[in-house]
């Protein structure tokens, strides 16, 4: 959700949470995953390639904004220079 609302600056912090309880998890190494908690964990993957690829369309959207903003100043600055 954080995500889909754009909450970038939060998104840090939950990622920070969600690896150490990913760690927390994996660390005794003989406990046997349920089909249901093997699932979750796919769904996590998913979810995390899923930010990733609205992160990336976020910096390039935020990229194009700035290219902008610098042909506006540019533009500016040759108009005020007449």
Do not use: H
Request: glycine share 4%.
């Amino acid at each position: 959700m954080v995500v889909l609302e754009q909450q970038w600056d939060v998104l840090p912090d939950m990622q920070g949470k969600q690896d150490e309880m990913l760690k927390a998890l994996f660390l005794d190494k003989a406990y046997v995953f349920t089909a249901e908690e093997k699932e979750a964990l796919f769904e996590v993957q998913r979810l995390n390639k899923d930010i990733l690829i609205a992160a990336e369309a976020f910096k390039a959207e935020i990229a194009a904004k700035l290219r902008g903003m610098r042909q506006g100043k540019s533009k500016a600055g040759e108009y005020q220079s007449l």
